[in-house]
């Protein structure tokens, strides 16, 4: 059964950064159709795609996190990682990590897997 396990969310002040990070277990990270992918769900809101990355490592952002938000995976320490940097208040959320197995793979494209949740929050 595939794992993810994210870590890393906290309390941070607008304009700070904070790195989130998902062990993956018992995913084939190296398959040609491995999509991976951070999500995000705020209070009252629906659940919103954050950026995805594919086995080649060809990354995709949702239009509001370009330029401040990178992914990237870690092939040594197998972890899905989410560096944020200049964080707004409208960024505090449910960090969520999810995967899947698929050809496409786009931001906000529909996932198989998820991790349980993390929780930032950004104040003003």
């Known amino acids: 059964q595939v794992q993810l396990v994210e870590s890393g969310g906290g309390s941070v002040q607008a304009g700070g950064s904070l790195r989130l990070s998902c062990a993956v277990t018992r995913f084939a990270r190296d398959s040609n159709r491995a999509c991976m992918g951070w999500f995000r769900r705020a209070p009252g809101k629906e659940r919103e795609g954050v950026a995805a990355?594919?086995?080649?490592?060809?990354?995709t952002y949702a239009d509001s996190m370009k330029g401040r938000f990178t992914i990237s995976k870690d092939n040594t320490k197998h972890t899905l990682d989410l560096q944020m940097n200049s964080l707004k208040p409208e960024d505090s959320a449910t960090y969520y990590c999810?995967?899947?197995?698929?050809?496409?793979?786009?931001?906000?494209?529909?996932?198989?897997?998820w991790g349980q949740g993390t929780q930032v929050t950004v104040s003003s």
């Open positions: 999810a995967a899947r197995y698929s050809f496409r793979c786009h931001v906000g494209d529909g996932m198989d897997y």
């Open positions: 990355i594919n086995w080649d490592g060809l990354v």
